[in-house]
């Protein structure tokens, strides 16, 4: 297999990391719901969607750093309300579009997913059919044409700005994994059972604020990041149609507050084990939702913008115009999760029986690519270890460190990048410039447990290659902080 070597995109800006800079920025929004049915993933059979609940988009921030007239270094941030960001998918649109950016460098271009399963399918080998809806082959390049035409305009329309920052609380996702007196795991088990012991691990409720405002004082874009993927609307009634889950209702809140004209980007912190789905106080929480009449993802809306004004109102008395700025760009290998020979007999065995069937139905498309991609990794094993692809962005933005990651990663490793990081505030955001196959990369205690989301199929990388993640992603905080 290939092996990325580490790959630095930060010309001058390591040496000046302490150095303030002004600030440049630019913002904009696209709308990339399709015009015609679409599959939509997440799940494992690609329910063809019928309408819109929510319209969904992609929304993007571009920074520049100057003195006087010399660009320091700069960055293009994409919030997208798709499930993620799947291979090859950046490289593409990375080509396309840069021709129309003068003076940017396109490794510092940042896709994103909020991990919404009411997005459109981007992979045309995910699923067996799509009857006689929009192929994703048809659809990438329609969401590739709006986002592109946005990322310009942000870029192009970079001025004077500053920053604020904050951090707030909301509770909006939970520990998603039960576990057991057997010591099993299970994501989405039923606590009311005699034999449960509790969730696997902590529930993160922080809400990271970033506000960008133009020459005037005017909002102009405001980033958040919440530890929980957009999942609210799967278990509602929104049934088949295209959703932003509660992004939609986030954006809809700080517009109302600050004007239709800003631009919310929405990002995903270290969730593997996270979700919007209640473990427990399912009555209560029903109870209030109704009491308020509102939809789950108004509610957990309502939470978010909530969290996001307090913040403001607290930190608007220290916004910055002069702030370091950096952004590091680093390509590394992560060995692989190695597959005892068991889990690799029974992947063999389902994908044997599923590779017999005369006709695949339902989930069986999906099963079957599930398990192969487990045969296919014990049996490339036997040749020597193997590695997994990252592409990892640390920014910092005055006293904030930014760090991105392609994973599903579980909540302890952001954890611990937040406990070590010397940043005042740090944001981690998950489901960023996925190279390989988005995967989740589970704790060893998860692993333990077992079940999805910590099995070998939902696992391309392990604790071993989690730790590393985490030791690099410190390191280059530190470096950048280090001045």
């Known amino acids: 297999m290939k092996r990325w070597i580490t790959f630095v995109a930060l ?165 998603r994994r039960a576990v057991y007196a057997n010591g099993s795991a299970e994501m989405y088990g039923r606590t009311d059972r005699a034999e449960c012991r509790g969730l696997e691990g902590y529930s993160d409720h922080a809400v990271d604020s970033l506000f960008f405002l133009d020459e005037a004082g005017a909002m102009k874009a405001i980033a958040v990041t919440v530890p929980c993927p957009a999942q609210t609307d799967e278990r509602g009634p929104c049934g088949q149609r295209i959703s932003a889950d509660f992004w939609h209702d986030v954006r809809q809140g700080l517009k109302a507050k600050h004007g239709e004209k800003v631009v919310v980007l929405g990002f995903v912190a270290p969730s593997g084990d996270q979700s919007p789905h209640l473990m427990v106080r399912h009555a209560a929480e029903t109870r209030m939702d109704k009491l308020r009449k509102l939809s789950r993802t108004q509610e957990m809306g309502r939470r978010i913008v909530a969290a996001v004004e307090d913040t403001w109102e607290t930190v608007k008395v220290d916004i910055r115009t002069d702030v370091p700025f950096a952004h590091r760009v680093e390509r590394f290998d992560l060995p692989e999760l190695k597959l005892p020979e068991a889990e690799y007999l029974k992947a063999k065995r389902e994908y044997d029986a599923l590779n017999a069937k005369k006709e695949l139905k339902g989930p069986d498309y999906w099963n079957k690519r599930w398990n192969e991609r487990v045969v ?98 410190v390191d280059v905080i530190r470096q950048l902080f280090s001045k």
């Open 11 to 175: 010309a001058a800006g390591i040496i000046k990391a302490g150095m303030a800079a002004e600030l440049w920025v630019g913002a904009a929004e696209a709308d990339i719901t399709p015009d015609q049915p679409v599959a939509l993933t997440g799940g494992r059979t690609g329910p063809i969607s019928r309408g819109v609940n929510s319209r969904i988009s992609a929304n993007v921030l571009a920074i520049e750093a100057r003195e006087g007239d010399r660009a320091t270094d700069a960055a293009i941030l994409v919030a997208c309300d798709v499930c993620s960001i799947r291979t090859g998918i950046q490289a593409r649109f990375r080509e396309l579009v840069a021709p129309r950016l003068k003076g940017f460098d396109i490794n510092k271009l940042i896709l994103t997913a909020t991990h919404t399963h009411k997005g459109p399918a981007l992979d045309q080998a995910n699923y067996d059919s799509y009857e006689g809806a929009m192929q994703p082959d048809e659809y990438v390049p329609f969401m590739f044409e709006r986002m592109a035409d946005a990322v310009v305009r942000a870029w192009e329309s970079r001025q004077r700005g500053s920053l604020a920052w904050g951090l707030g609380y909301a509770m909006v996702a939970q520990n």
């Open 376 to 473: 296919k990794r014990f049996e490339a094993q036997r040749n020597g270890p193997t590695f997994y692809p990252v592409e990892m962005h640390v920014l910092r933005l005055g006293d904030v460190a930014f760090a991105t990651n392609p994973f599903e990663l579980f909540t302890d490793y952001g954890m611990q990048i937040q406990g070590r990081s010397p940043a005042q505030q740090t944001v981690l955001v998950q489901l960023a410039s996925s190279i390989a196959r988005s995967s989740y990369l589970a704790t060893s205690r998860a692993l333990a447990g077992g079940g999805y989301s910590a099995v070998p199929q939902s696992c391309e990388v392990g604790p071993e290659g989690g730790q590393m993640l985490v030791e690099r992603t």
